[in-house]
């Protein structure tokens, strides 16, 4: 059973930083994109950023670009969200989710069949 657990959510003040983890199992990272996901209240959930296990490729969302970075341990089976100078407009819930097929990018949530719970992210102004 695949199953998808995000760790690393909290209360931080604008400028800080968090790492969000997204600890993985029933499967191996060695044929699948994992996606890291957001919603705000009262908002769509959109892609933040995503990452490619066949070549390590990665995309950034132009919100996030240049502040977060995403990667992967692949023998902790492990996908890790490093979030600096975090500004209010990232509050949301995240989440992780796996693809065994190909995707668009920006990342399409029909693409994800696997859903972690998500962790909450709230940034103070």
């Known amino acids: 059973e695949v199953q998808l657990v995000e760790s690393g959510g909290g209360l931080v003040q604008a400028g800080g930083s968090l790492r969000l983890s997204c600890a993985a199992s029933g499967f191996t990272f060695d044929e699948n994109f994992i996606g890291w996901f957001r919603q705000a209240p009262g908002k769509e959930r959109e892609g933040v950023s995503c990452i490619s296990s066949f070549d390590g490729s990665t995309y950034y969302a132009d919100s996030v670009k240049g502040r977060f970075t995403i990667s992967s341990d692949n023998a902790k089976n492990t996908v890790y969200l490093q979030m600096n100078s975090l500004k209010p407009e990232d509050t949301a819930v995240y989440y992780c989710?796996?693809?065994?097929?190909?995707?668009?990018?920006?990342?399409?949530?029909?693409?994800?069949?696997?859903w972690g719970q998500g962790t909450q992210v709230t940034v103070s102004s």
């Open positions: 989710a796996a693809s065994f097929r190909p995707i668009v990018t920006p990342p399409d949530l029909v693409d994800f069949g696997s």
